[in-house]
């Protein structure tokens, strides 16, 4: 099972998360499977080490949640809270840990949300803002391939700080955009009025633009996501013919696999002159295919009124009730398909019916 699969249990277990009361009890269901889904064995103690203690100044015996070891030194605290907990008031209290330790990351979670820091900014200084953080029931594809760098398998701490300033301010440019889309600041339209009006931007001027200012970027945006539907569209319907394309060769081969008998054909002529007592011979029709020789009413698929298997080893002619089931006989010459002439004269009367 793969890490995408085993988070979305993990998600899958949040849904019951009423009946879990406690902080303790959040570890148990949510963060230790978290741990495990890593990669890390949560039950060796010189792997995951439980209440890690981080002497802190005058402040001695300070214990963290748990303390993820590689060589014998700790490279991630874990500071963990009830899935009730509101995480924002609670990084200074795993910032304190981190500094005194010579762990390159730190990760706060209520088993739900999931805030991985680092010292981006100042060496051994705990961040104020987290790198990467997700949402578990609402994880992204690219937010679990950045995940991936902490699993035990591929953990790389000079690799993944290399790339953790890039994520840090990337995440910060996305919370930005999201803010000057939905409601622009006056710099951000005062940015694109100089470009496009022609007089000074007054306060009134500016007041116009920044209404048309959301306006347009909520057409551009619509714009941008019908021209990628089309555009997927396009694919599927490509990607429909090249596949209707392709089974219309496998039909014209399978076609060309099929050889009508003389024996089929008089056959066919001892059921038409049957059915000759209800209907025109005209409307009696057949078509062959590799394991039957079916005959229709009217060329209709749905008014099938038999079923002959002459080419094995032992001949049969299956016959259809008013349910459509298929009811087979076996037959020695064809001349015993007279014998069925009452059957096949009634499910001729059904389908004129």
Same mark, same amino acid.
């Given at each position: ?19 879990? +009361? ?33 002497? /802190? ?10 303390? /993820? ?19 924002? &008031? ?11 330790? $010579? ?17 981006? &900014? ?13 949402? /578990? ?10 995940? $991936? ?29 999201? +803010? ?89 002529? /001892? ?52 349910? $459509? ?29």
């Amino acid at each position: 099972m793969d890490l995408k699969d085993q988070l979305k249990l993990i998600a899958d277990r949040t849904k019951h998360k009423e009946s879990i +009361q406690t902080e303790e009890a959040t570890k148990n269901a949510f963060v230790m499977p978290f741990l495990q889904s890593l990669g890390y064995d949560v039950f060796n103690p010189l792997e995951v080490v439980p209440e890690f203690i981080a002497d /802190i100044g005058i402040k001695k015996g300070e214990k963290i949640d748990y303390a /993820i070891f590689k060589d014998g030194h700790p490279t991630i605290l874990i500071e963990c809270k009830d899935w009730r907990q509101n995480l924002n &008031v609670h990084d200074g209290q795993l910032l304190r840990y981190f500094h005194v330790s $010579k762990a390159k990351f730190g990760l706060l979670t209520n088993g739900i949300v999931y805030r991985f820091y680092s010292d981006l &900014v100042a060496p051994n200084k705990m961040d104020e803002k987290p790198f990467l953080e997700f949402n /578990i029931t609402e994880i992204k594809d690219n937010q679990i391939e950045e995940l $991936k760098k902490f699993h035990k398998a591929n953990f790389d701490a000079e690799s993944i700080v290399n790339t953790a300033s890039e994520m840090k301010y990337m995440n910060e440019l996305k919370h930005l955009l999201h +803010q000057e889309l939905t409601e622009p600041s006056s710099e951000f339209v005062k940015y694109f009025a100089k470009q496009v009006y022609p007089s000074v931007v007054t306060a009134k001027v500016l007041d116009q633009f920044t209404e048309l200012t959301k306006k347009s970027i909520q057409h551009y945006i619509s714009d941008l996501i019908t021209e990628r539907l089309k555009t997927a569209l396009s694919k599927e319907d490509e990607k429909n013919k090249v596949e209707n394309e392709i089974s219309a060769e496998q039909n014209l081969e399978d076609i060309s696999k099929i050889n009508t008998t003389e024996e089929e054909l008089e056959a066919f002529l /001892i059921v038409k002159t049957i059915l000759r007592q209800k209907v025109p011979a005209t409307r009696v029709t057949y078509r062959d295919a590799q394991s039957y020789f079916a005959i229709f009413l009217d060329d209709n698929n749905r008014k099938a009124i038999c079923r002959l298997y002459l080419n094995g080893g032992k001949k049969y002619i299956g016959t259809l009730d008013e349910n $459509k089931k298929e009811t087979k006989f076996e037959i020695g010459t064809l001349d015993e398909i007279f014998n069925y002439s009452e059957i096949l004269l009634k499910t001729t009367e059904l389908y004129e019916k």
